[in-house]
């Protein structure tokens, strides 16, 4: 069996990317898995020495089939970098694996994500396979099951499945528009896909993954998730660019350390699964409130601390 590439996008963590690197290297199809590294140029001069670190590390990186690294000479920001890697894999490969430095993989991602490709490879409505899980409550009956859109916390997808992705956010704004699915997209209410997406076309922020959600979305394509997950995101701790620091961390999860079989399930998102989802997504809207509000008032402290 050919093993898909994996896409590793970096920038300016090295102690997150070392992590990322060596729970790959403890899936058993590592020495056989072409490694892509696509390295960030810095955006401005403050980054260059952690820039550095980490091309100073990934140069070093040993133990896949091959290793090959592109490192960009001027800033292209995570969103251009994926679209960009993404599209370049998948064409030359039909199929692609992606993770960014903040996550951490099990030991049986690699077996799952190209058991998964394998298994629907010519499955049309199955646009991508996800190894993160959301700390949803419900038991699924299977040891996989579907939801509508993507999820970008450690995915995979086929040449097929990434040709319907669309970067105009403006063009899917507008469809969901038309077609009057934005409370569907938004989960009922309970997460802001929507707002998202306005931010990206007003400038407000760059998001590839909300307009690779909405791509899938408005086609009506199926991922793919574990019961149990395969990835886990070490990156809210304020490191990263996109993501500011959490107290109380709504996404953790228990990283699953047996395999995860990939079996005949209807090809359809259960309903149950949905209704588990919009409450998780609550409860963790509830829980980012806190943590800004938290955060406020530690500014708050620090601030009469210097004052005294």
Same mark, same amino acid.
């Given at each position: ?16 990317t070392r992590q990322t690197v060596e729970a790959l290297l403890a899936n058993a199809e590592a020495d056989r898995t072409p490694?892509?590294?696509?390295? $960030? ?59 960014? $430095? ?15 490709? $394998? ?6 409505? %199955? ?78 922020? $760059? ?52 395999? %995860? ?48």
């Amino acid at each position: 069996m050919s093993l898909a590439p994996i896409a590793l996008f970096v920038y300016n963590r090295p102690w997150h990317t070392r992590q990322t690197v060596e729970a790959l290297l403890a899936n058993a199809e590592a020495d056989r898995t072409p490694l892509y590294v696509f390295s $960030d140029a810095p955006k401005n001069a403050a980054l260059n020495g952690a820039v550095a670190e980490v091309r100073l590390y990934i140069r070093t990186i040993t133990g896949f089939r091959s290793v090959t690294f592109i490192e960009r000479e001027s800033n292209y920001g995570l969103a251009r970098s994926i679209i960009d890697g993404v599209t370049r894999l998948s064409d030359e490969y039909g199929r692609v694996i992606v993770l960014e $430095d903040d996550l951490v993989a099990s030991p049986y991602f690699l077996r799952y994500m190209n058991n998964a490709l $394998d298994f629907y490879e010519h499955e049309d409505r %199955v646009i991508s396979v996800a190894g993160y899980r959301y700390p949803i409550k419900h038991k699924p009956e299977s040891s996989t099951f579907f939801l509508k859109g993507t999820n970008c916390w450690g995915w995979a997808t086929w040449k097929r499945g990434w040709d319907l992705f669309e970067a105009n956010g403006e063009r899917l704004l507008a469809q969901l528009r038309e077609r009057q699915l934005m409370t569907e997209f938004d989960i009922n209410g309970a997460y802001g896909y929507t707002r998202m997406l306005k931010g990206q076309v007003q400038g407000e922020n $760059d998001s590839w993954a909300v307009r690779w959600h909405a791509s899938s979305f408005l086609k009506n394509r199926l991922t793919l998730l574990p019961y149990k997950s395969l990835v886990k995101n070490i990156g809210l701790d304020g490191s990263g660019v996109h993501c500011t620091r959490m107290i109380q961390n709504p996404f953790d999860v228990e990283l699953c350390l047996e395999p %995860v079989s990939v079996e005949q399930i209807p090809i359809e998102v259960d309903a149950q699964v949905v209704k588990s989802l919009e409450i998780y997504y609550r409860s963790a809207r509830q829980t980012r409130n806190w943590n800004a509000v938290k955060r406020l008032g530690q500014n708050i402290k620090r601030r009469l601390f210097f004052l005294k």
